[in-house]
């Protein structure tokens, strides 16, 4: 199951954190590393930092997205140090763990995404998550080092892997569930949809796509429902052109 594991780290400033964050993965079993935009790498200082997990920086992939990161994923999950002003769900690293046991013994491919080391995860990246992971920290001193917070995370995912937790998955899935990839190009004609009905309009999006994102990712969708989406959004997009 940990094959079916990403950690990814997007636009990471400091080359140690990614060493380090490479020394926590082989701790505990992972393997997959991708970076989204580094400030630099490779660097002397990752090497050193990774301290004998050099293979997992030698494997790393290095993307200009997040989008790119994700596209073969089925489960997205990102790290937020704070409260938005549009709230998604949110569980600690225990919780988040647990819950998905069962997307893993499904053959799912799940990504963990940690963002910048100042700023995280900007609203546009948790956009795209599924869920968002909060690691609880003592509130007069909440910064947790981005290698520190992976290493949480995958110390959790082995204890939880490891203990061999009985966890059925909550129905039988009539088809495979959709990657991240799919997921936006569902999200891109939507919203191209929404604006030919006259309900989005471009100059004034207050928080719409947000919040549809917020719905439908709280959804584990399969590839027939999609393709029900996809096809409802075309005949109202078809009847729009005819009355037009």
């Given at each position: 199951m940990f094959e079916q594991i990403k950690v990814i780290l997007v636009n990471t400033s400091h080359p140690g954190n990614i060493g380090g964050a490479a020394r926590a993965m082989k701790n505990m079993g992972l393997h997959h590393l991708v970076l989204v935009n580094p400030k630099e790498f490779p660097h002397a200082e990752a090497t050193a930092r990774a301290a004998g997990a050099g293979d997992i920086l030698e494997s790393a992939l290095v993307v200009d997205s997040l989008t790119t990161a994700i596209s073969d994923c089925h489960f997205i999950v990102g790290t937020s140090a704070r409260l938005r002003s549009v709230a998604w769900p949110l569980s600690d690293p225990r919780q988040c763990v647990d819950r998905l046991i069962p997307r893993l013994k499904d053959q799912q491919r799940i990504a963990f995404v940690f963002g910048n080391e100042q700023s995280g995860l900007s609203n546009e990246e948790l956009s795209?998550?599924?869920a968002h992971l909060h690691i609880p920290c003592n509130e007069d001193f909440s910064s947790l080092n981005v290698a520190a917070a992976v290493q949480i995370v995958a110390y959790e995912l082995r204890m939880s892997l490891h203990q061999n937790t009985p966890a059925e998955?909550?129905?039988e899935m009539e088809s495979?569930?959709?990657?991240?990839?799919?997921?936006?190009?569902?999200?891109?004609?939507?919203e191209n949809c929404l604006i030919q009905l006259g309900y989005l309009k471009p100059s004034q999006?207050?928080?719409?796509?947000?919040?549809?994102?917020?719905?439908?990712n709280r959804a584990i969708i399969e590839e027939n429902e999609m393709n029900i989406l996809r096809g409802i959004i075309n005949s109202i997009a078809e009847r729009t052109v005819e009355k037009q």
């Open positions: 795209l998550c599924h998955l909550l129905y495979k569930p959709i990657t991240a990839d799919e997921m936006e190009r569902f999200f891109i004609s939507l999006p207050k928080k719409l796509m947000l919040r549809l994102r917020r719905l439908f």
